[in-house]
């Protein structure tokens, strides 16, 4: 059983060489048992039904995912269904059934897409691992590894074949980390491109929405509708973009894998052979990891606090999650959330930008191989923590300026791309010259 491109499922629907219900039997069909623990919700009589009103739509054949099955991550409101954003069903046993979509789920189902079910996530989003009460998720790319996180269940279960897009979210590298991990496509837009409306503060502006996929054409189809911007489903040719190829350390302790870098480096060889101007460039990253670190524990404490607030049970949270939160409320009330250190460091990468002369940047996805898959939730809080930070510090930066970022896969690792704000077409354009 053959999975489809987005693309190419949308187009049979269109003209009629096969239905939304038939395609939405399909992936059920591929997912079967779930051997890699992707799904926390599967509703296929809910999907059939949505298929089949799709197939009745006077205006399929114009939809630009018609009868596409998708997978929605569970942090953001489906109707129907609580939004558990990985406690578990008894710490979430008060939680409201949602009564409407959220604005990217509304935009989703407006362009024919189809909901097959709803993917796992860590608790609260917090690690770049995914596992939950339930289960470990699987990474069908890399055996034994995690597929990352806190969009691991969404990349398990493109990279399985069970969908070809999936709904994931991102605040410090939770698109772009697990799409490396799992060896597909994914892009995070700049702020504002595509609704967040991700817990109290949107991760304090770092949080977006974003495509996971297995092809950049995907990537950008979905990302047309997400943005409800058509014109973005278009890969332009990129031609004349300048780009930088930074492979210093985002960190001290950061040790890149020289499979990593190599592959990267060959990456912009190919795109010196198409003609793009690429130099080497030494990426100024932040000294202090702290207006970062403080975010991250901060939003553990709103999060945390507006789940429970919202009927979820406070004592049931995990331990590693109350610890991360602890430790939010003091950063909190020490005033270390700064808007002012985030406007400093985006002024030095704007400066950098300009002063190498580049459109595009170049850099690893990942700093090493995926951690373990294990059942970190039930570890002490610093198992999560130290895995979270050593294998993937590459990201989180551009979710602190709200640029756009990517990652797609070159010779089996994540190869990160990044632009400034408005440049996702950019992005775009680039991938899919690697891709090809």
């Known amino acids: 059983m053959t999975l489809l491109t987005a693309a190419a499922t949308a187009d049979g629907v269109r003209e009629g060489r096969h239905t939304a219900v038939e395609t939405t039997r399909e992936a059920l069909a591929r997912i079967g048992d779930d051997e890699v623990n992707g799904w926390r919700v599967l ?242 990253y932040p000294a202090s990891p702290l207006p970062l670190l403080a975010r991250w524990v901060a939003a553990a404490a709103t999060d945390a606090d507006d789940i429970v607030a919202r009927g979820a049970t406070a004592a049931l949270l995990q331990a590693r999650t109350r610890r991360h939160a602890a430790l939010g409320r003091v950063v909190t009330a020490r005033g270390l959330v700064r808007p002012a250190d985030a406007a400093a460091i985006e002024s030095e990468l704007e400066r950098f930008f300009a002063n190498e002369r580049i459109d595009v940047l170049v850099t690893p996805t990942l700093a090493r191989r995926p951690a373990q898959a294990r059942r970190y939730s039930a570890l002490p809080w610093v198992a999560s923590a130290a895995a979270s930070l050593n294998y993937a510090p590459y990201p989180s930066l551009w979710n602190l300026l709200g640029w756009p970022a990517m990652s797609v896969p070159f010779r089996g690792e994540g190869v990160q791309l990044i632009a400034r704000p408005g440049g996702e077409a950019d992005l775009l354009a680039v991938a899919a010259k690697l891709e090809a």
């Open 43 to 284: 509703r296929p009589a809910e999907a059939l039904a949505e298929a089949a009103a799709v197939d009745a739509r006077p205006d399929r054949y114009a939809l630009p995912l018609a009868g596409v099955p998708i997978a929605i991550k569970d942090n953001v409101a489906v109707s129907g269904h609580r939004i558990l954003d990985g406690v578990s069903a008894e710490c979430g046993a008060g939680l409201p059934v949602e009564r409407s979509d959220h604005p990217v789920v509304k935009r989703l189902r407006a362009a024919g897409a189809v909901v097959v079910g709803l993917t796992r996530v860590p608790e609260l989003c917090l690690w770049a691992m995914t596992d939950d009460a339930e289960a470990v998720v699987a990474n069908p790319h890399r055996p034994g590894r995690t597929p990352g996180g806190s969009s691991g269940g969404s990349a398990a279960v493109v990279a399985a074949g069970h969908v070809a897009l999936a709904h994931g979210n991102d605040g410090l590298g939770s698109l772009r980390g697990p799409a490396a991990a799992a060896g597909i496509v994914t892009i995070k837009p700049g702020r504002g491109v595509v609704p967040a409306e991700l817990g109290p503060t949107n991760w304090f502006g770092m949080a977006e929405n974003g495509p996971m996929t297995r092809t950049v054409g995907d990537a950008a189809l979905g990302l047309s509708v997400m943005a409800g911007r058509p014109e973005l489903a278009q890969i332009g040719e990129g031609a004349g973009l300048r780009i930088g190829l930074g492979l210093n350390r985002p960190t001290p302790a950061t040790v890149t894998s020289r499979t990593i870098a190599a592959a990267v480096r060959d990456a912009t060889a190919v795109l010196t052979a198409r003609e793009h101007s690429v130099h080497e460039v030494r990426v100024p």
